[in-house]
Each structure stands twice: as C-alpha cells, then as structure tokens.
C-alpha cells in the first residue's frame, strides 16, 4: 500500500502500544503523516521518534474535549490540517452483569464511546476545511457478539458499531466517511493473560496479527475505500460465524 496515503495526515488515538502504535507505522509506510494521541505521554513520544519528521507526538485524555482540542491544535502546527481519524483507545472492563461496579461500567463507556464521540467531534471542523475525509473506529467482535463476563466492554463496542453509523448519515453532507474496525482476538499487550490467543470458535486456526488490523485501517483511509461508509468491517478469523467444531 505504499504511497495510497501520501498527503493525508491523519490522528490517531491510543497511539503509544499495541493496535495504535501498528496503525501508526502502516499509515505513515502509506505516505501519510500522524499525529499520535495517547494518555501514555512517554510511550507515545517513543513512537513518534521512532517514525521521525512524519509523526508528532500530543498527550491526549481521550475523556477530555479540551485535551483533544489541543492535540488537534498541536498536530495541525506540526504536521498540517488532519484528513483522517483513527479513534482507537479504549480499555476492558471485567464482571458479570449482576454485580459489575458501576463506575467500572461508566469509565469503560467514557473512555470507550465518550471518547470516540469526543475525538470525531474535534477533527470534524479540520476535516470538513479539507474537503472531507475518512474516520475510522475500533469496536470489536464484541461490538457484534456477547461475550461472557464482559458486560461493560460488550456494551461499550456495540455503542461505538451505532455510534459509527449515526455519524456516517449526519457528516456525508461534508464527504466524511465513517466505518467501523471489528478486531477479534489481537496479539498484542491488550490481551496479555488471556487464555490463548487462538479460541476454539475461530475459523482460521492462527492469531491474529497487528497488521491484519491495520492493513484495513490503511485501506478504510485511502481513496480506495470511496463508497464505503457506516459499515463494519471484521478481522476476528472467522469467530463469529456460527456453530463450529474444530
């Protein structure tokens, strides 16, 4: 996909680790240029060493409108006006739904959709000053499926799947296009203590990678991706097909 992003300058939130920091290299490997947002300050600062004059690094609460306020601000001096976001940080929350805390359950929707909220309303305005644009969310298979014991992360991914196609119908007027990312079970830090990486129900018998994410993140920014907007794309390996016996 080399090239597919050259002048785009994209945001991307939850930039300092794991499924952030990979969407970060392929976009700017695609020609593009980020902005990395993380409330990581020192790990996002690593990230945008890494990837040199192409990344900016800005310290973003994603809870916060006015911290993504200033990530806008600074990213646009350093790198120019935003034509795309990937709003990516989120956070699990464990427990049944009979006793999971309730404040548990608000800061996993705070962060998971009040920040998806929060990060398209502040790149809207840069987007629409150029002509239009791409946002890109990351839900989850748990945006399609229930998962047992999860009931503020299930709820959270699924907002973030409804959310994405209420901004599709209200920003096309302005040539945004906003889809949603489906991931399955990911090798990276998120899912450190987990069982396995490969689950029973999954079609295809190895873990899913990092770029399998973010190779259609790249696409879902590019032009290639024109007449798509306020669908849902799933990379989870088959998981939640149906009924499988291995």
Do not use: C
Not at 6 to 29: D, T, Y
Not at 74 to 93: D, M, P, R, S
Request: proline fraction near 4%; charge should be negative; glycine fraction near 14%.
């Amino acid at each position: 996909m080399s090239g597919v992003l050259a002048g785009q300058v994209v945001l991307i939130s939850g930039a300092a680790q794991g499924l952030g920091e990979s969407h970060a290299r392929f976009v700017v490997a695609a020609g593009g240029r980020v902005v990395l947002g993380d409330i990581d300050g020192e790990g996002v600062r690593r990230v945008a060493k890494d990837l040199g004059e192409a990344a900016v690094a800005v310290d973003l609460d994603v809870t916060e409108p006015d911290s993504w306020a200033a990530a806008v601000r600074t990213g646009e001096a350093a790198v120019g006006g935003l034509t795309g976001l990937v709003a990516n940080a989120g956070i699990f929350g464990h427990g049944d739904t009979a006793t999971v805390d309730l404040e548990v359950f608000r800061q996993v929707h705070r962060v998971n959709v009040d920040g998806v909220l929060l990060g398209i309303q502040a790149v809207v305005p840069s987007l629409v000053r150029a002509g239009g644009g791409s946002i890109v969310t990351i839900s989850s298979v748990a945006g399609l499926i229930g998962i047992e014991n999860h009931p503020s992360y299930v709820s959270s991914k699924f907002a973030v799947r409804g959310l994405t196609k209420a901004a599709a119908l209200d920003l096309g007027r302005h040539h945004i296009r906003v889809n949603s990312v489906h991931p399955g079970r990911i090798v990276t830090p998120f899912i450190d203590g987990l069982d396995s990486a490969v689950l029973p129900n999954q079609v295809i018998r190895e873990p899913g990678q990092p770029a399998d994410v973010s190779e259609l993140v790249v696409f879902l920014l590019s032009p290639a991706s024109r007449f798509s907007t306020g669908s849902e794309f799933v990379v989870d390996g088959g998981r939640q097909l149906g009924e499988f016996r291995p």
